[in-house]
């Protein structure tokens, strides 16, 4: 009996099943890279607000701290946009004329805020809290990207719950003291980078990769500093990972 | 046998429609859990004329826990007058100044200046400021009673908004916070370490230090004097 097949076949078998397998596994990897990438969740993406608010002037150039605008960020879960007053404390002295600023004047005059477009957020089944991160030193920056550098804001991370996990699992890996000031309170770590920065002082290697929020490179020395710190904080690395955590 | 093609075809097309289906729900990007209805701080509202979901409490409410019955504490005056020593429950302490310094870092300095003398940021790049900032450093208010400060870090003075909304005013002050009493306290020290009798220093040390930084004082002495100081010098009556 003649072969129906031609050895051909073979291969063709084998490739159709191949892709009747790979076709769908990769449209859903083709699906999950929009989902999750850029033009979604807007990862370094500037959006178009109505002021053009520079951090890059405000916090590189003129050197003002994130707590002037950001003031409840220390002690609440909101850091908070900064309410039209608090531009107006500076700009009804300084460039008060400049066009740009017109709609601060007139959400001034009317009291209607400034329509900002939220740039950072977490889907609202999800609890996160500024001040305890702050309280532990955690840099502005390891979650929002260079702030310092941005002359319109994007935002830096993506926020996925693995990306959380990441530093709930090891938080010894992103715990580390101000060298020049060790028994200082962690919290004012954060701030101070900025002004090092702005002046020009030497930045440790963890400092640097904070500053630019860049992923970090860990060494072992640093790790075992971070174990202590861990303990000296008392940093409930327990529950960190516990579901109720983030979830309420 | 055209017709069974054509089933065919068309039982691959449902396979294949509810395939990209499956694989669509894969991805994960429901989100309907991800805007509740609930409000969160600083959400839009359309009911109310603003569009501000925030509402401030009816005027007059008070907070369970944070009735301000202490007038020298809150408002910087007894009896109307502006009060020249701290309040009781403020105790100078180190600790008190260290947060003082950090505050007015955060808030002040960049218009009075780190030094307090009124050369802050935006002081020297506002070449059309109305009004420039004030130099703490004038006879005027060195000899000011401390409360003065105090409100003008509350309400604001002349051109000068009021920064109170984000110094906290001391509400929760059982747990320690009384942030707009710390850069009071820290102005004064201030201006006692630019007005500071270095003789007791040796000529070295005083060419070293320039102007000794506030660290180098012995604080409660050195406030204390400035206390009596200023109670002795006659209090400005009824303020701005």
């Known amino acids: 009996m003649p072969q129906i097949f031609s050895k051909k076949a073979n291969t063709y078998s084998r490739v159709s099943l191949f892709c009747l397998l790979a076709l769908p596994a990769g449209a859903i990897m083709a699906g999950m890279a929009v989902t999750r990438g850029p033009a979604q969740t807007n990862v370094g993406m500037p959006l178009d607000q109505p002021v053009p608010f520079s951090h890059k002037h405000h916090v590189e150039e003129l050197g003002i701290d994130c707590r002037y605008c950001h003031a409840s960020v220390e002690t609440s879960a909101k850091a908070g946009v900064p309410t039209t007053e608090t531009c107006m404390s500076c700009h009804a002295h300084i460039w008060t004329n400049s066009p740009l600023l017109e709609p601060v004047r007139k959400s001034y005059e009317t009291g209607v805020p400034i329509k900002w477009q939220k740039i950072n957020k977490v889907p609202e089944f999800v609890y996160f809290d500024h001040s305890i991160h702050i309280a532990r030193g955690i840099n502005c920056n390891t979650c929002h990207g260079p702030i310092q550098d941005m002359h319109i804001t994007w935002k830096g991370q993506y926020f996925f719950m693995r990306w959380c996990l990441e530093c709930h699992r090891e938080p010894e890996k992103y715990l580390y003291v101000n060298p020049r000031d060790p028994d200082k309170d962690p919290r004012q770590k954060a701030f101070d980078l900025y002004s090092l920065n702005k002046y020009g002082e030497d930045l440790t290697p963890i400092e640097w990769r904070n500053l630019e929020g860049s992923d970090l490179k860990f060494s072992k020395d640093q790790i075992a500093e971070g174990e202590k710190l861990v303990e000296k904080w008392g940093v409930k690395v327990k529950q960190l990972t516990d579901c109720w955590t983030c979830h309420r | 046998m055209f017709r069974r093609l054509r089933t065919i075809r068309a039982r691959h097309w449902i396979h294949l429609v509810s395939l990209a289906g499956v694989a669509f729900a894969a991805t994960g ?212």
């Open chain 2, 29 to 240: 990007c429901h989100i309907d859990m991800w805007y509740q209805s609930k409000k969160v701080a600083q959400d839009e509202n359309e009911f109310f004329r603003d569009g501000k979901a925030d509402r401030l409490p009816v005027a007059g409410t008070v907070a369970r826990g944070e009735l301000r019955h202490d007038d020298a504490f809150f408002t910087g005056r007894v009896d109307g007058k502006l009060i020249t020593d701290l309040p009781a429950r403020v105790e100078v302490s180190k600790e008190l100044l260290e947060r003082g310094k950090e505050r007015y870092t955060i808030f002040c300095s960049h218009c009075h200046g780190a030094a307090g003398d009124g050369k802050g940021m935006i002081a020297q790049r506002g070449l059309s400021l109305r009004r420039p900032p004030a130099s703490f450093h004038t006879d005027r208010l060195r000899e000011m009673p401390l409360g003065h400060f105090y409100e003008v870090i509350s309400n604001g003075f002349g051109v000068m908004y009021q920064q109170g909304t984000r110094i906290d005013s001391g509400v929760g002050a059982e747990k320690g916070k009384m942030d707009r009493w710390a850069i009071v306290a820290y102005i004064r020290a201030l201006q006692l370490s630019q007005y500071y009798d270095a003789s007791g220093l040796s000529a070295e040390e005083q060419e070293k230090l320039g102007i000794p930084a506030p660290e180098q004082i012995e604080w409660k002495n050195a406030f204390t004097e400035a206390q009596k100081k200023a109670a002795g010098s006659k209090p400005e009556e009824g303020g701005h």
